[in-house]
């Protein structure tokens, strides 16, 4: 008697995944266990609060809190906070010292990547003119108009709060069309052979580039990419790959124009970029972020992810009829991932549900579905003449943000979820 071919292959992949189900099951006795003695749960400063921690596998987000320090960052935090110091004198012996690392002319450390573009567009439209950067966000007789390559995007209003004029196009090649003589600035996310057009297009015209690559770390070389290519002004998150504190960013190019930036920023007072304070102890945090960064064997980093989301992969194949690969995105979030699929229309069970189940729990697991419980549902990004998105037909889960062990945790629970809306569907 023949087995068909769909069961050879589950009970491959049973067998594939046995040594990671008899460690799901010693970890199931020990927690059992610990419960009968009476371990009390771990608590923390979250918990004692009443609020629930997170098994992060969807990424940098931020409402997710972005990703986890370094250690070298949290150390250098700390130290940071044991004195007082000027905050331009810092800012601007951090520049020099990113000049050191990326190649770029100098820099510095802003309120997450968002206030790097406010920071930018200030210096764009203000300069470091004490009357322009007390008269903005009021524009009145300065250039401002900011193109928008690529169209709205659900950051904008970081470039808008400065008082500058978006203006929209949707190619690098409306781009020269759409430069006049108020032009302050191009802002673009674009990379490759697009960034490349914008850019030469931008050197043509004499008009400062903003790149916005806030998860663009890693890899760690861009930083130093961007430098290379002369690039007016680039951007990263410092709370995405980078791993420094949640509430930095950096902001990197030209020095006249980074002087500028700082001029529009905090501590400067009456400067329309006050608000977004970074301390110190960030300004410390995201150098030493970077600076760890590029002494890391990224090669070694990827397999450690790679590995953890294997694991996952290898417990929910066990479900027959669920199909899985690992990839790495291009275009940001560049760690690798693990794509989860089945037939949610035979199942009755579709990716929205797989996620509130997830979310539900104890732990809460977080993955990437359709949803972004963070926007602003009025948002519209990009061209506003394209299609609809359809609702993925899978989950995605994330390597960087899952701690060493939390895949276990992951790939059991998932494993069961699956399970279940499976044999749901065929009763």
Not at 188 to 205: M, Y
Not at 264 to 277: F, H, I, L, T
């Amino acid at each position: 008697m023949r087995v068909p071919n769909s069961s050879r292959r589950s009970f491959m992949k049973l067998l594939a995944a046995a040594p990671l189900l008899s460690q799901v099951a010693a970890r199931e006795l020990y927690a059992q266990a610990a419960t009968a003695i009476g371990k009390p749960p771990q608590q923390n400063v979250y918990t004692r609060l009443g609020v629930k921690t997170v098994i992060n596998c969807r990424g940098t987000w931020t409402y997710l809190s972005g990703s986890l320090e370094f250690p070298e960052v949290r150390q250098a935090q700390v130290e940071a906070a044991h004195h007082f110091v000027n905050l331009f004198e810092l800012q601007r012996a951090a520049g020099r010292r990113l000049a050191e690392l990326t190649g770029a002319e100098s820099g510095i450390v802003t309120s997450g990547a968002a206030g790097a573009m406010s920071a930018a567009t200030a210096a764009c439209i203000a300069g470091s003119d004490d009357k322009s950067i007390w008269q903005l966000p009021d524009t009145s007789g300065l250039k401002h108009e900011v193109i928008m390559v690529g169209g709205r995007s659900a950051f904008d209003s970081a470039i808008r709060l400065v008082g500058a004029k978006l203006v929209l196009v949707y190619s690098p090649e409306e781009l020269a069309s759409a430069i006049n003589e108020n032009t302050a600035m191009i802002y673009t996310t674009d990379l490759g052979e697009k960034l490349e057009r914008e850019l030469a297009v931008a050197k043509e015209a004499k008009i400062p580039l903003l790149l916005d690559d806030a998860a663009g770390i890693p890899p760690a070389d861009n930083a130093r990419l961007y430098a290379q290519m002369g690039i007016d002004l680039y951007c990263f998150s410092g709370g995405k790959g980078l791993c420094g504190p949640q509430c930095s960013g950096l902001l990197l190019g030209r020095k006249d124009l980074i002087e500028s930036a700082l001029m529009n920023c905090n501590p400067r007072e009456g400067a329309v970029c006050r608000p977004m304070k970074v301390g110190k102890e960030e300004i410390i945090g995201c150098l030493t972020a970077l600076e760890t960064w590029l002494k890391l064997d990224e090669k070694k980093l990827y397999a450690e992810w790679n590995a953890r989301v294997n694991r996952i992969r290898k417990l929910v194949e066990t479900v027959s009829e669920v199909k899985t690969d690992i990839y790495v995105p291009q275009d940001g979030n560049r760690y690798p991932t693990l794509r989860v699929s089945w037939d949610t229309q035979a199942w009755g069970f579709s990716v929205s549900d797989c996620v509130e189940q997830l979310r539900a729990g104890n732990p809460v697991i977080e993955v990437l579905g359709a949803d972004n419980p963070s926007l602003v549902k009025a948002v519209r990004e990009g061209n506003p003449n394209r299609k609809e998105r359809k609702e993925p037909d899978r989950i995605e889960l994330v390597s960087m943000t899952l701690k060493p062990g939390e895949e276990w945790i992951v790939g059991q629970r998932l494993r069961a979820v699956l399970r279940a809306a499976q044999k749901k569907s065929a009763a």
